[in-house]
């Protein structure tokens, strides 16, 4: 019940903090657009008057992109380098957004109403740059530690189940590797969410001071904690299931712009979704965090 | 006429695992109808069309699966067929390629330096013993050049003569590397005997060493080969079964004979289950893991196909038994064309959808005629073999599953055989020609791009050029004609200049002698109005047409105007430009170089039109579609 009312409660406190989803939105929409920029001009110069190029709009029509690509080969390796640096840099200010999404959600958590939305935002994105800062290089060792922690149940997982063919990804073994990798990731993941909350509400703490509290907080609640990940996670799921599933229903429609443009918004709704729901994660984590704290101080 | 013992080679197959009174009882079946059935396979090699037998092998061999060894006896008897007296014979010793890290294969091969040092891929062959004609010794003289051997003849073999050698010989097997070893309890034995260099008309010897790139060139012959290996193991094998017996110390023996071939290959594997099936005349059988049990049926329907297929456009498949083994052995042992008898691995990954398990069955099985039959030499003309068996892979998928997304039809993304041949291609179009020695290539992508892919484009060209028509009756008379032969390539070209006309000269000089590419474009389109003629608007219209590339093709062109009136036309690409000037009655809507796609060989088709009307709609869709990629690539990125 607890975690249900936690996700319930987290989606309210979003909801009631809109700005933030446009935030999120705008985010990915303008990195997304630097990135596309050169491509549509390689798509103009290459298919914008290309009898042949109507193809494209039935299917991906391979000889025309190989060749695309052939063409562009040297544009595209230097394309590439763009796309890393472009990639670093939305790492680097979704690290300087974040401390505003934590911040702002965790004033809503404790009901702490106040105005001037955007410029509490941006105060608490340059408050708490810093310690999510080091969160993510706290990250990084992580989950290298996950991923030999991975290599370790494989070797252990291959001498007593059997190498297998590594090709075949629809055995059980496949199957028990892939749920390994993807729980000890996600794990590490949550881990991440529940040392940016106690950064923000122990902002005043060493930065070890409230590693160790988060760490203790997750491990007399590891269950709780995990519940609520998974029934995000579940949702999610589902979500982006229902997404492929239109996706799959809009395959009938003729193939015309009105099926581009319909495509198009399909696509915008699911990633606007996504920001929102991004917010959700972190927005019911804290409240799950407050009322787990809260009953513990009652108890005690 | 061909006669089949596909009973008796099914009886043989039967792992003999089962209490030994039933072994007994089985042995003594088998033995009846080997008798019964010999003498009609006797039948079967007086009748019909027989390759020359210049080189035939007698080899007894017993496999040491503890130390993965082959002990082998062999009796060769080879016929000289040049004109010249010769005084030594050249052998391949194909296992020698894997002696150590520093041979011709291994340093020319891509595997990484701490593979090719391990101890386990090491393997060799040793020569104890060599004797001509049951008599003089000639082990002593012989010289070993890695994977070469020479032996210096103490008499001269006279044009005509045959001389028979007996050699008794050892291979080490390596963990598979390239085609010959062993991976668990898979044997995979190809290349493995000493074999006869191939003797030109002119006294020459075609003898190179193993290449990483190159494959092989042998004579036609008969093969017997006896091969011992334990009692459990399931053993498959190019030829037919003729006997299988008994031994005292757990191990069987199989006896096989292949006719009409120039290379032996075989593989051996307890855990081998079987498949059979008729297929018109033919016995298929199909050696496989169980991992692959369902997969099954699906790769017998394959090569049913394809064996119906070549058969109906190539010309008939001569023999009456065809061998497919699963040996998915890591390492290169993979998939391999050998005579009557070929190695597939099979992926649960190759779904339905997803139909590469075809491919590679429809491309080995391709070369059972463009190298088995028709024998070309793999060493110095590797695109007659592989572009030819890449090509028909292609008309067998498209025959089967349809000219578009016959390899990949999943999520909307639709991949041909010829898109996947045109990626390859333009890996790197220009550093190398078809037509050359297999090692003589710049690195493996240039082989790979050049010999397979670009070989198979030409191909695809020739058929656009000469018509489906006429060239399904080039391929056959080309199959006819040589096989049994090792034909070249100015075989081929003079039988295309036979059915197709000289005027094709130009078009092979530019695409297998030369590295030249082929690019048109069209560079320019413009209609402005002119005059008014009886109330009737006239435009002046120019079109003007560019060929970047070096290789000139005649092309024809095609101008559809507003008014939906459509004018064709043919450059002969000579000059780097063409302009055609126009008075048209109405604008220009679009021009198309090669509307019909016919030169597949173009770089680039994307500046092969020009439309007045601006495509915003794909534009807009394949923006859209990158936009919702890149907002995904980052909500990942950021999620972590």
Request: hydrophobic share 45%.
């Amino acid at each position: 019940m607890l975690i249900f009312a936690s996700f319930i409660q987290g989606i309210k406190n979003v909801w009631l903090n809109k700005f933030l989803i446009g935030i999120m939105f705008l985010f990915k929409l303008g990195f997304s657009l630097i990135l596309l920029a050169p491509i549509y001009l390689m798509f103009s110069a290459s298919f914008g008057t290309n009898v042949k190029a109507s193809s494209l709009l039935k299917s991906f029509d391979f000889s025309l992109l190989i060749d695309f690509v052939y063409h562009w080969r040297q544009t595209l390796s230097i394309y590439f380098l763009l796309f890393f640096l472009v990639f670093f840099l939305a790492i680097m200010v979704f690290i300087f957004l974040s401390g505003g999404f934590w911040g702002i959600l965790r004033d809503q958590s404790k009901k702490e109403e106040r105005n001037l939305n955007m410029e509490r935002f941006f105060s608490y994105c340059a408050r708490y740059f810093w310690g999510m800062f080091k969160i993510a290089l706290l990250l990084i060792v992580f989950y290298l530690i996950a991923f030999l922690l991975f290599l370790f149940f494989l070797s252990i997982f291959d001498s007593v189940a059997g190498k297998g063919n590594w090709l075949d990804i629809t055995s059980w073994r496949a199957g028990v590797k892939i749920s390994a990798f993807a729980f000890l990731f996600f794990l590490v993941n949550m881990i991440g969410d529940y040392l940016r909350i106690f950064c923000v509400q122990n902002f005043q703490e060493r930065f070890s001071g409230f590693v160790k509290r988060a760490f203790r907080f997750l491990l007399t609640n590891i269950f709780k904690t995990l519940s609520l990940y998974y029934l995000l996670s579940f949702v999610l799921v589902m979500a982006i299931l229902i997404f492929a599933g239109l996706n799959e229903l809009m395959d009938g429609i003729p193939k015309t712009f009105f099926y581009v443009l319909l495509l198009f918004f399909l696509q915008q709704i699911l990633s606007l979704f996504r920001s929102f729901y991004r917010l959700v994660y972190y927005s019911s984590q804290m409240v799950l965090v407050d009322k787990l704290l809260m009953e513990k101080e009652t108890l005690s | 006429m061909r006669l089949k013992i596909t009973f008796m080679n099914a009886c043989m197959l039967v792992k003999f695992s089962s209490a030994p009174k039933l072994q007994i009882l089985f042995c003594k079946l088998t033995l009846i109808l080997f008798f019964c059935f010999f003498p009609l396979s006797f039948i079967s090699l007086s009748f019909g069309e027989h390759a020359p037998e210049i080189a035939s092998y007698k080899i007894e061999v017993k496999l040491d699966t503890e130390n993965k060894k082959l002990l082998g006896n062999e009796i060769l008897i080879f016929r000289n067929i040049s004109n010249k007296k010769i005084d030594t014979l050249f052998l391949h010793l194909y296992p020698n390629a894997f002696q150590s890290d520093t041979t011709i294969f291994m340093k020319e091969s891509l595997y990484p330096d701490r593979i090719k040092k391990k101890e386990k891929y090491r393997g060799y062959v040793e020569i104890k013993k060599i004797k001509v004609n049951s008599g003089y010794d000639l082990t002593k003289e012989k010289i070993i050049d890695e994977t070469i051997m020479k032996l210096p003849l103490q008499k001269p073999l006279t044009p005509g003569k045959t001389i028979s050698l007996e050699v008794e010989f050892m291979v080490k097997l390596p963990q598979v590397l390239a085609r010959m070893g062993y991976s668990g309890n898979t044997f995979v034995i190809g290349q493995w005997f000493p074999k006869m260099a191939v003797l030109e008309e002119d006294g020459g010897w075609n003898a190179h060493p193993y290449h990483a790139n190159a494959e092989f060139f042998a004579d036609f012959g008969t093969y017997d080969v006896s091969i011992t290996v334990p009692l459990e193991y399931v053993v498959g094998a190019s030829g037919y079964l003729q006997e299988e017996r008994m031994n005292q110390d757990s191990t069987k023996t199989l006896v096989y004979r292949a006719e009409d071939v120039h290379d032996f290959a075989w593989v051996a594997d307890p855990d081998y289950l079987i498949a059979e099936r008729a297929v018109d005349e033919v016995e298929l059988v199909f050696l496989y893991q169980s991992e692959n049990k369902k997969k099954v049926e699906r790769i017998m329907d394959a090569a049913e196909f394809a064996l119906k297929y070549y058969g109906s456009v190539f010309g008939e498949y001569h023999y009456s038994r065809f061998v497919m083994a699963d040996a998915n052995v890591g390492f290169g042992g993979g998939a391999m064309e050998y005579p009557t008898f070929i190695t597939i691995s099979p992926s649960k990954l190759f779904t339905e959808k997803i139909k590469l398990d075809e491919m590679i069955i429809f491309h080995e099985i391709a070369h059972q005629w463009w190298y088995g039959m028709v024998a070309s030499n793999e060493f110095e003309e590797a695109w007659l073999d592989e572009g030819f068996a890449v090509y028909s892979q292609r008309k067998a998928l498209e025959e089967r599953f349809g000219k578009t997304g016959n390899l990949v039809d999943l999520w909307g993304i639709e991949i041909g055989d010829q898109d996947l041949a045109k990626f390859g291609y333009l890996l790197d179009p220009q550093s190398d020609i078809p037509v050359k020695n297999s090692w003589e290539f710049q690195d493996y992508l240039s082989y790979r791009a050049n010999v397979y892919y670009k070989a198979s484009l030409f191909l695809e060209t020739l058929e656009n050029l000469l018509g489906q028509e006429k060239m399904k009756k080039l391929l056959r008379e080309y199959f006819l004609r040589y096989k049994f032969k090792h034909p070249k390539t100015e075989d081929f070209i003079q039988l295309v200049a036979e059915i197709g006309g000289d005027d094709l000269d130009p078009f092979f000089f530019q695409f297998l002698f030369e590295t030249g590419i082929c690019d048109y474009q069209v560079a320019s389109v413009k209609s402005t109005p002119l005059k008014k003629e009886n109330e009737q608007q006239i435009y002046q219209s120019e079109v003007l047409l560019k060929r970047s590339g070096e290789a000139k093709i005649p092309v024809e062109v095609l101008i559809e105007l507003e008014d939906g009136k459509r004018i064709e036309k043919i450059w002969d690409g000579k000059r780097r430009w063409y302009r055609i000037e126009l008075e048209t009655k109405s604008r220009i809507e679009s021009v198309m170089v090669d509307p019909e796609n016919k030169i597949v060989l173009d770089i680039d088709v994307n500046n092969n039109s020009l439309t007045t009307k601006s495509q915003d709609s794909v534009i807009f869709k394949l923006c859209s579609q990158y936009l919702f990629l890149m907002q995904t690539f980052i909500q990942w990125i950021t999620s972590f």
